[in-house]
């Protein structure tokens, strides 16, 4: 009976240090729609890379979307949106800085501030 109470006492004490230790990991996707090519891309994912509390980053520049799990201790949502609007790009509702969308190539801006990606050339039919 000592044993059984001695046993059932250490997991007691056991059981809220392994409970306190899980953390939540959570998955978001953001609007990303100025992501347009693999320059871009790579840019983004570079960038977020350093941040704390990011697990997973997946950017679908065909579909404009940025999927990212992050740990809900280290990070937010909003944390990450800012980063990327330090990147350069819009994501959801937060615009992009301007002094990092100015330092982005041209290829990677706006068509309206000049920029975007040349169209494919059509290679000619033959007869």
Known sequence: MIRFCLLLACL?????????QVKSVQTF?????EILCE????????YLKRHD???EINVNFRKGETRV??????ADIEQIKTAIANCGF?????????EAYQKL???CKKKSDGGGHPAPKIPPTLN
């Open 105 to 107: 190539p041209r290829t």
């Open 53 to 55: 509390g990011l697990l």
């Open 12 to 20: 007691l004490l056991v059981n809220p240090t392994i409970q306190a």
């Open 39 to 46: 320059a871009c891309k790579g840019r983004v994912e570079t």
């Open 29 to 33: 996707t953001l609007k990303t729609p």
């Open 69 to 74: 799990k992050f740990l809900s201790d280290r």
């Open 90 to 98: 819009d994501a959801d509702d937060v615009t992009a800085l301007p």
